[in-house]
């Protein structure tokens, strides 16, 4: 029963990207944490990064931001999106956004976020009497 609905229906993904316009449409990750580091991967094919692609961090954020130029000259049909994509995860809490990395190859985006040394207690605070 539980492989039934995915044969049936597919990726529901897909479904809902059709035809459904969004402000900045979103950019298709994959991400994976270890104790090291977090990794996020993007789908940004045909893209030049030095050019069109910006990533940033703010308050634990991380926003990759792309464009995609419309080049083709001529009317014709094309199903691919142009314009602005979007996409922001929040970094988990021990990320350490001074030393993220990233690289670009074949089409897939490449962000390394090493990780610090989770801290193992809180700290304590004490209470003064007045």
Not at 42 to 67: C, F, H, R, S, Y
Not at 73 to 84: D, I, P, Q
Not at 97 to 115: C, M, N, R, S
């Amino acid at each position: 029963m539980s492989t039934l609905l995915p044969r049936l229906f597919g990726d529901m993904s897909d479904w809902l990207e059709v035809d459904f316009p969004r402000p900045l449409p979103a950019i298709r990750v994959e991400d994976r944490i270890t104790d090291e580091q977090y990794v996020l991967r993007a789908e940004l094919p045909g893209m030049d990064p030095e050019k069109d692609v910006q990533i940033t961090t703010l308050n634990g954020v991380l926003t990759v931001k792309a464009e995609r130029r419309d080049e083709a000259e001529g009317m014709g049909r094309s199903e691919f999106r142009y314009g602005l994509l979007h996409r922001s995860v929040r970094l988990p809490a021990n990320a350490d956004e001074a030393a993220i990395t990233a690289t670009y190859d074949k089409g897939i985006l490449e962000v390394t976020v090493p990780l610090t040394a989770p801290e193992t207690a809180g700290r304590q605070v004490p209470v003064t009497k007045k």
